[in-house]
């Protein structure tokens, strides 16, 4: 993967220059005056690729940080902040900060859009280096692009965004983006039909895709299940008079189905410091313990009530030993102290305490429990929540200093997901080449394999567990498969974000505690947050198309859902 991910940035100085032209803007007047600034001739188009991929999704520190881990994976209740000595209570990031939102819109807007259109027309009828496959591939990206940025915030800028000549473009309304990347993943599968390679680019593909190496009959997989994702997203919302089609015809053609269909983009180790990506600088080099994170309740009690196997490869079990809780004259001390025993008393610790005028003490035998801190906790209790009490991600998640462990890839779509997404359809009376509880199994034991597992012990899983089987209305039963969906996408907290908006599942996840004197309810109160507000530079810079989708879909707020979320 090195060696492929340095092709890139060596062969394709031409995507680098565009995103070095790009990087430093503020809104899309940057971005819509130079998309073409670098000549359809001067390299290969496969390039894009690779550029597109990894700044989707493995993109560098500071993008990681501020898009995935302040807002989706926390949104998700997949990780946690607010223990003491972190920078934050753990209330950052359900509060709009202009810093933190508007680097994710930045970033995410500056660094691809262009890129994808620039890549498109190259490649597409009548381009410079024309060429169906490429253009597919393309087409699948953009849907890829276009589906993680609408589901976070909405209605966005899509049919006039870096198309070179407007300057303010109009924002599209999610349900139309949804349309068209539906329509242009039949035409990407149309396209690759029963192809396996491209004759022309096989060679430059191995080296620049870093999803799949140029291997068109998965990218065609992974263009049909984006499609059974978004058809059923879609499904039952105003309007989507497509998405019953999208799904039968998603239902009807190769979906992802074992692990050599996972699209993923393995970490490079040889990308260090700022341009790091993923979680590893963010753990190791940035900030301490202030930039560290926790796993949360919901996971940690979902997979250890159940004895998940998955929980060791997400987790480690808290550090324990002697914890100190120093009193202070906040009347309140007792409540707190009470609330975090509770945590111990769910989690099955065995605990002593020491109980003196000057502190209490609590002490538990050190890396044995598995504990989750839950979310949303506030500034009142933060000087009690020691870290230890709870546990961290695995050296899966975080890697090591050095970078010379596997890291967890950064994913894009799996085998998992298609599974359960089809055990989802099932259960709304589509016909599937399985039963739902067959296709929701298989979906766990992909997820499992996914992460490492060894194959005994998923079969264990599968055959002692209760969640192992769906039971109980269709209702339930659609709860189980949301649960799965929302742990099989740990790495993934847009996508785990949006199983909960969509479903409503896992319940510990969307139901919020309304208690003030322990949880950060601000602003957005008990309604669980729903998408992310526009950039303050489009509120400036493009005023009329921003207040014009606010008409549409509802305040530019927090709590305000998007076109395909839950009532």
């Known amino acids: 993967?090195?060696?492929?991910?340095?092709?890139?940035?060596?062969?394709?100085?031409?995507?680098?220059?565009?995103?070095?032209?790009?990087?430093?803007?503020s809104g899309f007047d940057d971005l819509n005056e130079r998309p073409n600034a670098i000549t359809p001739s001067s390299a290969s188009p496969t390039g894009f690729i690779g550029t597109i991929e990894r700044f989707t999704f493995s993109p560098d520190r500071e993008v990681w940080w501020r898009a995935q881990l302040i807002h989706a994976d926390r949104f998700a209740d997949h990780f946690r902040f607010g223990f003491n000595g972190s920078w934050w209570n753990d209330g950052l990031g359900y509060e709009y900060n202009i810093d933190y939102t508007d680097w994710y819109w930045r970033d995410y807007f500056t660094r691809v859009p262009a890129n994808i259109n620039e890549y498109l027309k190259i490649v597409g009828e009548g381009g410079a280096q024309e060429n169906e496959n490429l253009y597919a591939i393309g087409l699948t990206l953009k849907a890829l692009y276009y589906q993680l940025m609408t589901d976070s915030f909405g209605d966005i800028p899509y049919t006039q965004v870096a198309d070179g000549v407007t300057l303010a473009p109009k924002y599209d309304e999610q349900k139309e983006i949804y349309r068209q990347s539906i329509a242009d993943l039949a035409t990407a599968i149309s396209i690759l039909g029963d192809k396996t390679s491209d004759v022309i680019y096989n060679d430059l593909l191995i080296k620049d895709d870093l999803i799949y190496g140029g291997k068109l009959d998965k990218w065609k997989k992974l263009a049909n299940t984006l499609r059974l994702r978004m058809g059923l997203r879609a499904l039952g919302a105003e309007g989507a008079d497509f998405a019953d089609a999208a799904i039968k015809a998603s239902l009807a053609a190769?979906?992802?189905?074992?692990?050599?269909?996972?699209?993923?983009?393995?970490?490079?180790?040889?990308?260090?410091?700022?341009?790091?990506?993923?979680?590893?600088?963010?753990?190791?080099?940035?900030?301490?313990?202030?930039?560290?994170?926790?796993?949360?309740?919901s996971m940690i009690d979902v997979l250890r009530d159940n004895n998940d196997p998955r929980l060791s490869k997400f987790a480690k079990p808290a550090a324990g030993g002697a914890i100190a809780f120093p009193k202070t004259d906040n009347a309140k001390f007792d409540k707190y102290y009470d609330f975090l025993k509770d945590q111990l008393d769910n989690a099955g610790v065995s605990y002593s305490e020491d109980i003196t005028t000057a502190q209490n003490t609590i002490t538990f035998a050190a890396n044995q429990y598995y504990i989750g801190q839950p979310a949303r906790l506030n500034g009142n209790i933060y000087s009690l929540v020691n870290a230890n009490l709870f546990s961290m991600p695995s050296d899966y998640?975080?890697?090591?200093?050095?970078?010379?462990?596997?890291?967890?890839?950064?994913?894009?779509?799996?085998?998992?997901?298609?599974?359960?997404?089809?055990?989802?359809?099932?259960?709304?009376?589509?016909?599937?080449?399985?039963?739902?509880?067959?296709?929701?199994?298989?979906?766990?034991?992909?997820s499992m394999a996914q992460f490492g597992v060894a194959g005994g012990d998923a079969s264990d899983f599968i055959a002692d567990e209760d969640i192992a089987t769906l039971a109980g209305t269709t209702e339930q039963q659609v709860a189980q498969v949301a649960t799965q969906l929302w742990v099989s996408h740990f790495g993934n907290g847009f996508e785990a974000w949006a199983t909960v908006r969509k479903t409503g599942y896992p319940t510990s996840v969307s139901a919020v505690n309304n208690d003030i004197d322990i949880y950060y309810l601000g602003s957005l109160g008990e309604n669980y947050p729903q998408r992310l507000r526009y950039s303050s530079n489009e509120a400036k810079l493009n005023t009329a198309n921003v207040q014009d989708a606010v008409k549409r879909q509802g305040a530019d707020a927090i709590a305000t859902k998007v076109w395909w979320a839950k009532d």
Request: proline fraction near 3%.
């Open 1 to 25: 993967m090195r060696n492929k991910i340095s092709s890139i940035f060596s062969k394709s100085i031409f995507v680098l220059v565009v995103i070095a032209l790009v990087s430093c803007t």
């Open 254 to 297: 190769p979906l992802l189905s074992d692990l050599t269909d996972l699209a993923k983009i393995n970490k490079d180790v040889a990308q260090k410091g700022f341009l790091d990506d993923g979680y590893n600088n963010v753990w190791w080099t940035f900030g301490g313990l202030g930039s560290k994170w926790t796993v949360s309740k």
């Open 397 to 446: 998640v975080t890697g090591n200093a050095d970078r010379t462990i596997d890291m967890m890839p950064g994913w894009v779509m799996t085998p998992a997901e298609s599974e359960l997404l089809q055990a989802w359809a099932k259960l709304k009376g589509y016909n599937t080449s399985k039963t739902a509880d067959e296709h929701y199994k298989a979906g766990i034991t992909l």
